[in-house]
């Protein structure tokens, strides 16, 4: 838990603004707490999309399975610095979206550093990580794995949080950013 509150429907909405109908095939989304955030994705995605959930807290999978029928999801109870292996397992090549709620301020530095990277080498050109905080303190960290990020303030949540949005990009248009 890395809240005093549930996500708001403001902040819900601005997380998944971030995710294209059309281009979501496969979405994964990393620490999803009680589901607040997942709703809001299943409402977004199209129907032969797929989500992949990692959370490793068995509450939270219960109360998940509890509320979420949908064919649409897949629930891995294990860590997301352990995603390389269920991707080969389930044949996953690329992920169109990553969606995280991982406190990753609370973790250290190095993790934090691991599951980020496993996210760019995962992801697809064009498309992006979406994690949301409640403070500025890895941003850096962010610009370093990503080379770019977009912010977004989401004032009408308690606390008040940051949606970060970074797009994988080409190596060429990489490397014209890591020169700037």
Same mark, same amino acid.
């Given at each position: 838990? !890395?809240s005093?509150?549930?996500?708001?429907?403001?902040?819900?909405? $601005?997380?998944?603004?971030? #995710?294209d109908? &059309?281009k979501?095939k496969?979405?994964?989304?990393?620490?999803p707490?009680?589901?607040?955030?997942t709703?809001?994705?299943?409402?977004r #995605?199209? @129907?032969n999309a797929?989500?992949?959930? *990692?959370?490793i807290?068995?509450? *939270?999978?219960?109360?998940?399975?509890?509320?979420? %029928?949908?064919?649409?999801?897949? #629930?891995i109870?294990?860590?997301?610095?352990?995603?390389?292996?269920?991707?080969?397992?389930i =044949?996953?090549?690329e992920v169109?979206?990553?969606?995280s =709620?991982?406190? +990753?301020?609370? &973790?250290?530095?190095? %993790?934090?550093?691991?599951i980020?990277?496993?996210?760019l080498?995962?992801?697809?050109? =064009?498309?992006?990580?979406?994690? +949301?905080?409640?403070?500025?303190?890895? %941003? !850096?960290?962010?610009r370093?794995?990503? =080379?770019? &990020?977009k912010?977004?303030?989401?004032?009408?949540?308690i @606390?008040?949080?940051?949606?970060i949005?970074?797009?994988?990009?080409?190596? $060429?248009n990489?490397?014209?950013?890591?020169? %700037?």
């Amino acid at each position: 838990m !890395g809240s005093v509150a549930p996500s708001s429907r403001f902040l819900c909405r $601005a997380i998944v603004s971030k #995710i294209d109908p &059309l281009k979501a095939k496969v979405v994964v989304e990393l620490g999803p707490g009680d589901g607040v955030v997942t709703r809001y994705i299943l409402r977004r #995605i199209g @129907p032969n999309a797929r989500l992949y959930i *990692f959370e490793i807290n068995e509450v *939270f999978i219960e109360k998940i399975r509890a509320n979420f %029928l949908d064919p649409r999801m897949t #629930i891995i109870h294990d860590s997301a610095e352990n995603m390389g292996n269920h991707f080969r397992e389930i =044949g996953i090549e690329e992920v169109d979206y990553f969606v995280s =709620g991982i406190p +990753f301020v609370m &973790l250290p530095e190095s %993790l934090t550093e691991q599951i980020t990277n496993q996210c760019l080498s995962w992801l697809r050109v =064009g498309g992006r990580f979406v994690q +949301f905080h409640y403070s500025p303190l890895l %941003l !850096g960290l962010y610009r370093r794995v990503f =080379g770019n &990020l977009k912010l977004e303030v989401v004032a009408l949540n308690i @606390p008040p949080a940051i949606v970060i949005s970074c797009e994988k990009l080409s190596p $060429a248009n990489q490397s014209l950013i890591s020169h %700037l």
